[in-house]
């Protein structure tokens, strides 16, 4: 089946560092790609995402390739900040049977940033 | 604020009940999906419904069942509860059900079963 695997974390910033965390993922087909961060007691929200090879996601300062060649989708940001901490999901939406779209996500990373 | 609202925030039950989650979507959204979150499985993919219909499954247990009802608003049963559901269980909500769809979440429900 479809998974996605992500960098085991946490990993620990100090601030205006720069920032990657790794994602890899399986697929039949050529899914969309998905960067969802979560912040402490809250859902889940979207940061960006790619539906085609060599898309480029970006926003709020973080930017993530589709490269269909490597099947990566890592998250990079230039300078992170204090408020850039939680946890980052990386996730597809595969076409399954039916008509349908599974969405898998990665096991989260965790980011803290340090002033 | 996603506009998704969960209800209760908070249940505590014991082994062997059974519970109602509710999830409201965003004014508009047609899709529906529930999710379990642990700290052992990451999150998980329950079922998704589109416009009342059920769309997508995913790791959904049979001890569990979802509804969406024709306001859109869905509930999640779980059913003959074990010390292992104990978990945040996130309900999301799209426009429609392709596969670009952003999906909005609400702040979850935590499930504690003792």
């Known amino acids: 089946g479809d998974s996605v695997t992500q960098m085991e974390g946490p990993v620990t910033l100090s601030e205006e560092a720069f920032l990657t965390i790794n994602c890899t993922y399986t697929?039949?087909?050529?899914?969309?790609l998905f960067w969802y961060v979560q912040y402490p007691g809250e859902g889940l929200q979207l940061l960006l995402k790619?539906?085609?090879?060599?898309d480029k996601g970006s926003n709020k300062g973080f930017e993530a390739t589709y490269r269909k060649e490597t099947t990566s989708f890592h998250l990079e940001k230039g300078s992170v900040q204090v408020s850039d901490s939680a946890v980052y999901f990386c996730?597809?939406?595969?076409?399954?049977?039916?008509?349908?779209?599974?969405?898998?996500f990665g096991r989260g990373t965790s980011l803290i940033v340090h002033p | 604020d996603s506009g998704v609202t969960q209800t209760p925030k908070h249940l505590i039950t014991a082994t062997g009940q059974r519970v109602t989650l509710r999830c409201s979507p965003r004014s508009g959204d047609l899709s529906v999906y529930w999710y379990q979150q642990s700290l052992d499985q990451g999150l998980q993919f329950l079922i998704q419904y589109y416009n009342g219909e059920e769309r997508a499954k995913g790791n959904i247990l049979e001890r569990f069942s979802a509804q969406q009802f024709p306001d859109l608003h869905s509930e999640l049963n779980l059913s003959s509860l074990e010390l292992g559901d104990s978990a945040l269980y996130f309900c999301a909500s799209s426009a429609t059900s392709g596969e670009t769809d952003t999906q909005y979440f609400g702040p979850g429900t935590r499930l504690t079963v003792l």
């Open positions: 697929a039949t087909g050529y899914p969309s």
């Open positions: 790619a539906t085609k090879a060599d």
């Open positions: 996730a597809l939406s595969a076409f399954a049977s039916g008509g349908s779209y599974i969405p898998t």
